[in-house]
């Protein structure tokens, strides 16, 4: 599919049970349409329709929590516009209830997400057993999708609530079991990798479909999950599953990886993307409102430590900075030191297309990015890509004592932007796996800036959902940065909960099973 479209007037009369969190009441919205669930899927229009409908509500989700969850609390950011919501968030001073952050906090449409994966779960199989209009197959690959995605929702889920009620069957009727406790994190692991297993079984492999989830994107799940759980071995073999299924090869240089952000169809590293198009959903991508947009000041800035730590990559020579992440996605040419970077709302243009006949804010020659309005932004987010997988693979690799084979991948993220030095295993003493491990998080930070990967990659190192002793990595680089803010809270004590998002007061209001078992030390 080209372009994923959502004007379906039959399935927006079909959402009216699908919330399983978030409103007052689950079932107090009324159906704009006779037609129920059970009997919709007649045809393959139907099929199409549905799962359309499914990567609609996928877009929903992340528009804005692909930053929200994974980005804004990490080391990458700072404030550049004013707003309650960018002070709160980069303070760690979130709460259950709170008009400027309630969005991030919020677990209905991931939910809404899960719902529609359901119908698709338990429809898709009749109509393959019917072969409905001659595309069983065509059913199948939707049926793995569905897996796929729900697995997907619940992985986020995992990683920014922590435990989470489980769902698995749609719900049809009004006197239907809507509310559920929050399952314990080995229950909703092993629904994610259930799910995962079964979409295995059933997605296709179709490696030009870079706005679908398929097979390769699948196994690079399946690797991310591995990777949270500190199960290095299985997530050796996903991770080979992955390179192999994916046929991916790397870019060769600066321009062909900035193409992964402009146009990722037609990247060799690209595995799963965000589709957007602005004209069709009918508002812009995230994107622009968080790091750089046409038509307002953007609310926040990569670090100008990153930027300072990218110009200064040189191979030696007239120490002009080499690596092509810095120069492909940051204005050098207004912002020619860490100074003037540092007192602007600098904008980031790792997602924007250069234009080098445009001129610069100041009105002088040189080229500048084109950072698309608010409303217009159409940016396709990366939801996995092949150096997400390869860098996963090089910690689990580390983590087995391959520390060259760890190396070598490293080496090649740096060489084929541009950056030719490399890291040698004789650069290392003492705990050698530690050294190395922090060496891969910096380059997986260089290489995703602005991907929604910083923040859980904080949190995966050292032991998860420990609020004693846990959370090493992420309380070694982030409470600095928060001692040095006023009003902040840092994570320790009672506080090293907050690594974790609250829980929004409205799912207490309609769930009264949750009661009683907000995230500590969070109020409901």
């Not at 699908?18 to 079932?27: D, H, M, Q, V």
């Not at 999950?225 to 991916?248: K, P, R």
């Not at 970077?341 to 100041?362: E, H, L, M, V, W």
């Not at 992420?474 to 609250?502: D, F, H």
Request: proline fraction near 3%.
């Amino acid at each position: 599919m080209k372009k994923i479209r959502f004007t379906i007037l039959t399935f927006s009369g079909l959402l009216f049970m699908l919330t399983i969190a978030g409103c007052k009441k689950f079932l107090d919205v009324k159906p704009v349409s006779t037609i129920t669930p059970g009997s919709y899927w007649k045809n393959k229009t139907d099929a199409d329709s549905w799962l359309a409908g499914t990567y609609n509500s996928l877009q929903t989700t992340l528009q804005n929590n692909w930053f929200d969850w994974g980005e804004v609390r990490s080391d990458n950011i700072k404030g550049a516009g004013t707003g309650n919501a960018q002070t709160k968030f980069l303070n760690n001073v979130l709460s259950a209830n709170d008009g400027d952050i309630n969005g991030a906090t919020r677990w209905s449409d991931l939910y809404t997400t899960i719902s529609i994966c359901n119908y698709g779960i338990k429809y898709y199989p009749q109509m393959i057993a019917q072969n409905i209009d001659g595309a069983a197959s065509t059913y199948t690959d939707y049926l793995g999708q569905s897996y796929g995605l729900r697995a997907l929702m619940y992985f986020y889920g995992m990683r920014v609530w922590g435990r989470l009620p489980i769902t698995t069957v749609p719900i049809e009727s009004v006197g239907q079991t809507v509310q559920f406790p929050r399952s314990s994190i080995a229950d909703v692991k092993k629904q994610i990798l259930s799910d995962i297993d079964l979409a295995l079984k059933n997605i296709g492999s179709n490696k030009a479909s870079k706005y679908y989830i398929q097979k390769a994107a699948i196994y690079a799940l399946q690797t991310d999950v591995y990777m949270w759980f500190h199960d290095y071995d299985l997530a050796l073999v996903s991770s080979q599953n992955c390179i192999t299924e994916s046929g991916c090869t790397w870019v060769q240089n600066a321009q062909s990886w900035k193409n992964m952000f402009t146009d990722p169809a037609s990247s060799t590293e690209t595995i799963f993307n965000l589709f957007w198009n602005s004209v069709e959903r009918g508002n812009g991508m995230g994107v622009s409102t968080k790091l750089g947009s046409g038509s307002n000041t953007n609310q926040y800035m990569i670090t100008p430590k990153i930027f300072q730590d990218l110009k200064a990559r040189t191979n030696g020579l007239n120490e002009l900075p080499v690596d092509g992440r810095f120069t492909t996605s940051f204005d050098t040419l207004s912002y020619k030191t860490v100074n003037d970077y540092s007192t602007a709302s600098a904008q980031f243009g790792k997602f924007s297309i250069f234009d080098p006949n445009k001129k610069r804010s100041d009105n002088q020659l040189g080229g500048a990015f084109i950072y698309e309005a608010n409303v217009d932004c159409s940016v396709k987010i990366p939801i996995y890509r092949y150096a997400d997988v390869m860098l996963l693979r090089a910690e689990a690799l580390n983590q087995k004592g391959s520390y060259q084979q760890a190396l070598d991948i490293v080496n090649t993220v740096r060489s084929r932007v541009g950056y030719k030095t490399a890291a040698l295993l004789s650069d290392y003493s003492g705990d050698i796996t530690k050294g190395i491990e922090r060496t891969i998080l910096t380059e997986r930070q260089y290489e995703f800036l602005g991907e929604g990967k910083r923040w859980f990659d904080l949190c995966r190192i050292g032991k998860m959902y420990d609020f004693t002793n846990g959370y090493e990595y992420l309380r070694e680089v982030m409470n600095p940065i928060l001692s040095s803010r006023t009003g902040s809270v840092k994570y320790e004590g009672a506080n090293l909960g907050r690594v974790l998002y609250p829980i929004n007061s409205d799912a207490f209001n309609a769930n009264p099973k949750l009661l009683g078992d907000q995230n500590a030390p969070y109020d409901e």
